[in-house]
């Protein structure tokens, strides 16, 4: 049956996860076995979930259970699984051009998505982008543009720690949001220093917001530019305006306004790395616009073409200046991956999906902090659109990793799709087109395995 049809008959029969073998069942376990043999198993999966098809905010497994999905395959499936549109759009350029190389070569998609990046990330001056494959590397583009542009003379890059930015050896270098990612992989790319992340519900310098005066921007110049780091020879801060793989964790109003006055008082630049934040997620097309603040460049990826590998850094065009032979990708702006950027452009803007993103998100926070009030191991509830966090802890305030493993494992059992960021968060990144129903019911499913990992 088409996935449209599917999708439609399944929602006029019920709204609800419909689980009628416990995962994993047979068909799953056999492929988990597979994988085990054959995949390097480098990954830090929360339950095997073994996916067969999707569409909307439903993806059924390959023995038949449906569940609700509060991931969006981390980030991605911001238009919904399998939008027919994505679909249409994917199929025809296929038809026409799948590859052609923008390394040596020209064709349309990549210009027109290009014309469409430039008018919806922030900041009002002329820009340029650059097309990758991936986060990781959209981020590496943007150490290079950094560093490239300074012709050599600015080598150094501040980032925070607590971040996540990619796992390839630059952006791998930026990345401090677990040891595990880094351990054994030394040394890593010189002249990065890591300064706090703004996270106020457990502030690295035990200070309490408002109270600190923003320390951890003053903390910078005063301790990293006074004591160790010459400004001047600093290209860029790298930073997520809300930190994802992290904890999501959203830093302050007055934070990027002031790390932005700090960073043109030196010349650097800013680079946001809206990998995760981005195509919609916090109910604005990027989160910077949260802050009023415009980065010199974005990194952008993940939903920005609905589930296709695309990437791009998108920047002013004084700074996206690197000479002909510098910096290239043989996949990068891949034409059907273009496509699918266009066509998801397209359906958030026709679908009004950051105005959907920004009304449920707020209906989850609200009914999320009703539940903090009943649950004491609800320690924060934080977070932007549909990008948020829910922070367990223990009765003495300190993170709860087991009792966060036991809530998702027992959602996944009842048909609720959610993973965990930092140390023990709840992860919710349902795809935008979610509705308010379908948001209650997941919120109810949460609900009942919190109740019962605690009673247990
Ligand atoms: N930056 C951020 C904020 C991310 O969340 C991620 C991935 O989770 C990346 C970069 C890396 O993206 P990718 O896995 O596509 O390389």
């Not at 630049?269 to 981005?278: K, M």
Request: charged share 20%; aromatic share 10%.
């Amino acid at each position: 049956m088409p996935t449209i049809i599917y999708s439609l008959a399944f929602v006029l029969i019920t709204m609800r996860p419909r689980i009628t073998v416990e995962p994993p069942g047979p068909q799953a376990r056999q492929i988990i076995q597979r994988d085990e043999e054959l995949i390097m198993q480098s990954f830090a999966r929360w339950y095997p979930l073994v996916a067969k098809r999707a569409w909307g905010v439903w993806i059924e497994d390959v023995d038949g259970n449906i569940y609700l999905d509060f991931n969006s395959g981390i980030g991605v499936n911001n238009t919904g699984h399998c939008h027919p549109k994505v679909v249409e759009a994917v199929k025809r350029q296929a038809e026409l051009l799948l590859h052609y190389s923008l390394t040596d070569f020209l064709y349309e998609p990549p210009v027109k998505l290009a014309e469409k990046l430039v008018q919806i990330t922030p900041g009002s001056f002329r820009k340029k982008v650059f097309f990758t494959n991936s986060g990781a590397e959209s981020i590496e583009a943007g150490i290079k543009v950094a560093r490239g542009h300074f012709r050599g003379t600015r080598p150094y890059l501040v980032a925070f720690a607590g971040s996540f930015h990619g796992r390839t050896m630059g952006a791998l270098s930026l990345t401090s949001s677990k040891p595990v990612q880094r351990k054994s992989f030394g040394p890593l790319l010189p002249g990065v220093f890591h300064v706090p992340y703004p996270y106020c519900y457990r502030c690295p310098f035990r200070q309490k917001y408002p109270d600190c005066n923003l320390w951890c921007v003053d903390f910078i110049e005063e301790w990293l530019f006074k004591k160790y780091v010459p400004p001047e020879e600093v290209a860029a801060f790298v930073f997520e305006p809300i930190a994802g793989e992290g904890g999501y964790i959203v830093p302050p109003p007055e934070f990027f306004p002031r790390l932005r006055k700090l960073a043109d008082k030196y010349g650097i630049l800013l680079i946001a790395d809206e990998v995760q934040s981005g195509f919609g997620r916090t109910g604005r097309w990027f989160a910077m616009e949260h802050w009023g603040v415009a980065p010199d460049a974005v990194a952008a990826a993940k939903g920005i073409a609905s589930g296709l590998p695309l990437g791009a850094l998108i920047g002013r065009a004084d700074i996206m200046d690197l000479p002909p032979g510098s910096h290239a990708s043989t996949f990068g702006g891949n034409p059907v991956s273009c496509a699918a950027a266009l066509a998801t452009i397209e359906v958030i803007e026709e679908e009004k999906l950051l105005d959907n993103a920004a009304r449920v998100g707020d209906y989850a926070l609200k009914r999320l902090r009703e539940m903090q009030e009943k649950y004491p191991a609800i320690g924060d509830v934080r977070g932007k659109g549909l990008m948020i966090g829910v922070e367990l802890v223990n009765q003495d305030g300190s993170p709860a990793p087991e009792l966060l493993r036991a809530v998702l494992e027992r959602a996944f059992k009842k048909g609720l799709l959610v993973i965990g960021a930092g140390v023990s968060t709840i992860r919710i990144a349902p795809p935008l087109v979610i509705t308010q129903e379908e948001m209650e019911t997941g919120l109810e499913i949460l609900e009942a395995a919190l109740r019962e990992a605690l009673t247990k």
